[in-house]
């Protein structure tokens, strides 16, 4: 009820192969039918959550299990500033696949005042290994809630999410939205070998948007080393995908990536449905 903070630090621990799935930060998802919620909640204050990930290899890590997260949180955990404060999330994933820095599927992140929001991911060294990854835990089989898409939302201020890695930025049937402050994506895709190591994906209904005056920003770059191709700085794509202003500036930056592949590695792809507007 007042202004105090909440400050959370979170180390995994595993190594070898006798330990996996070494999260340094983790809110489970509910129980099939369950009802409650994770929550982390101030009034006033700020909210800081940092995690670094272990380095286990004894777990063969899925989609729906995960690697050596920095960050994750699923289905019905909410991370919410109901008054002034900022919400800050930090996460740098261990080693193995599907090591995400920032990880969600399905979970809200939320500023009601003018607090902003900082979202900063940095994926493991092995595929699947994304910088920020949001994705909807119902469409990945990993929920039974229905809608669980990640919410990142604003009143008045301002998002800004950073990730590096596989993909630096994975936005996937999610929604990040301020209602008049500014949204700004930057993503580093990694060097690998593997394709489409992407800067940003927005895509399968994936919305980017802001009202009023703020803008929304995306700089995408394309990792890829090798063999590896179609690694575009920036990719949208998927019906009812949209990136959108009222009154503010859209600005989008794609650099592709280094892979010699069979396909071409562009700055900016742009699928059928997609729409951008202000």
Same mark, same amino acid.
């Given at each position: 009820?007042?202004? +105090? @903070?909440?400050?959370?630090t979170?180390?995994?621990?595993?190594?070898g192969?006798?330990?996996?799935?070494?999260?340094?930060?983790?809110? +489970? =998802?509910? *129980?099939?039918?369950?009802?409650?919620?994770?929550?982390?909640?101030?009034?006033?204050?700020?909210?800081? /959550?940092?995690?670094?990930?272990?380095?286990?290899?004894?777990?063969?890590?899925?989609?729906?299990?995960?690697?050596?997260?920095?960050?994750?949180? =699923? =289905?019905? $955990?909410?991370? /919410?500033?109901?008054?002034?404060?900022?919400?800050?999330?930090?996460?740098?994933?261990?080693?193995?696949?599907y090591?995400?820095?920032?990880?969600?599927?399905?979970? /809200?992140?939320?500023?009601?005042?003018?607090? @902003?929001? $900082?979202?900063?991911?940095? &994926?493991?060294?092995? *595929?699947?290994s994304?910088?920020?990854?949001?994705?909807?835990?119902?469409?990945?089989?990993?929920?039974?809630? %229905?809608?669980?898409?990640?919410?990142v939302?604003?009143?008045?201020? @301002?998002?800004?999410? #950073?990730?590096?890695?596989?993909?630096? /930025? !994975?936005?996937?049937?999610?929604?990040?939205?301020?209602?008049?402050?500014?949204?700004?994506?930057?993503?580093?895709?990694?060097?690998?070998?593997?394709?489409?190591?992407?800067?940003?994906?927005?895509?399968?209904? %994936?919305?980017?948007?802001?009202?009023? #005056?703020?803008?929304?920003?995306?700089? &995408?770059?394309?990792?890829?080393?090798?063999?590896?191709s179609?690694?575009?700085?920036?990719?949208i794509?998927g019906?009812?995908?949209?990136?959108?202003?009222? !009154?503010?500036?859209?600005?989008?930056?794609?650099?592709?990536?280094?892979?010699?592949? %069979?396909?071409?590695?562009?700055?900016?792809?742009? =699928?059928?449905?997609?729409?951008?507007y202000?």
């Amino acid at each position: 009820t007042g202004n +105090g @903070n909440v400050t959370i630090t979170g180390i995994g621990g595993g190594t070898g192969s006798t330990s996996g799935a070494d999260n340094g930060f983790y809110m +489970g =998802d509910v *129980p099939s039918g369950g009802t409650a919620t994770n929550l982390i909640s101030t009034a006033n204050g700020n909210i800081t /959550i940092t995690g670094t990930g272990g380095n286990g290899t004894g777990v063969a890590a899925t989609a729906a299990q995960g690697g050596n997260e920095g960050i994750g949180f =699923d =289905d019905t $955990s909410q991370i /919410i500033s109901n008054g002034n404060g900022n919400i800050t999330l930090n996460g740098q994933a261990g080693t193995g696949t599907y090591s995400m820095g920032v990880g969600s599927y399905g979970g /809200i992140v939320k500023a009601l005042g003018t607090g @902003n929001i $900082s979202i900063t991911g940095t &994926g493991g060294n092995g *595929p699947a290994s994304n910088g920020v990854w949001f994705f909807n835990g119902v469409n990945a089989g990993l929920s039974t809630v %229905s809608n669980r898409g990640v919410l990142v939302s604003t009143n008045s201020g @301002n998002i800004n999410i #950073t990730g590096t890695g596989n993909v630096g /930025i !994975d936005d996937n049937s999610s929604t990040i939205t301020s209602n008049g402050g500014n949204v700004a994506l930057q993503g580093n895709g990694g060097a690998t070998t593997v394709n489409a190591d992407n800067g940003i994906n927005v895509v399968n209904g %994936s919305v980017v948007s802001t009202n009023g #005056t703020g803008t929304v920003t995306l700089n &995408g770059v394309g990792g890829g080393t090798g063999g590896s191709s179609s690694d575009f700085g920036v990719n949208i794509g998927g019906a009812n995908t949209r990136i959108s202003a009222v !009154d503010g500036l859209i600005s989008i930056t794609g650099l592709g990536g280094n892979g010699n592949g %069979s396909s071409a590695s562009a700055g900016m792809a742009n =699928d059928a449905g997609v729409a951008i507007y202000s």
